[in-house]
């Protein structure tokens, strides 16, 4: 029988800095991001980690939107397990966000670093 695994826990980054090293890096740096974050939102959510989670599919053109959509979701559902009542749209991720610059690495990594405070404060108040 295997012990539970810890409850994941989000790594905090400025939104800004996401944004800059995407464009510093031509993009390279968006397809690590979103791995990481792809991984660490099905850890915390209990989720497999499916393709759409993989930082090759944003090369796949549609898919890469379909998988934006569901990152918002999966999001979503790891607010809402933390009794967060912050929401992300899935519209607004993947294409109001997308199309302003690529404001979308900036939006979900805003709700990213919430959710990271409220598992902070969550943890604060276990140990108090």
């Known amino acids: ?3 539970p ?7 905090r980054q ?7 090293l995407t464009a510093i890096t031509l993009g390279v740096y968006y397809l690590v991001w979103y791995d990481r974050i792809g991984k660490e939102l ?4 209990n989720n497999e980690r499916t ?8 090369l796949i053109p549609i898919y890469g939107l379909v998988g934006l959509s569901r990152t918002a ?4 559902q790891a607010h809402i397990l933390l009794g967060s009542t912050v929401r992300v749209s899935p519209f607004v ?12 690495t900036r939006y979900l990594q805003r ?5 990271a405070e409220i598992r902070d404060a969550q943890r604060a108040g276990e140990q108090s």
């Open 1 to 3: 029988m295997t012990a």
């Open 73 to 76: 979701k999966r999001l979503n």
């Open 42 to 45: 099905a850890g915390m959510t």
């Open 111 to 115: 709700r990213i670093n919430t959710l």
């Open 51 to 58: 393709t759409w989670t993989r930082w090759w599919s944003q």
């Open 14 to 20: 400025g939104a800004w800095t996401v944004w800059w």
């Open 93 to 104: 991720t993947w294409f109001w966000a997308t199309s302003w610059f690529g404001s979308h």
């Open 5 to 11: 695994q810890p409850f994941p826990h989000p790594r």
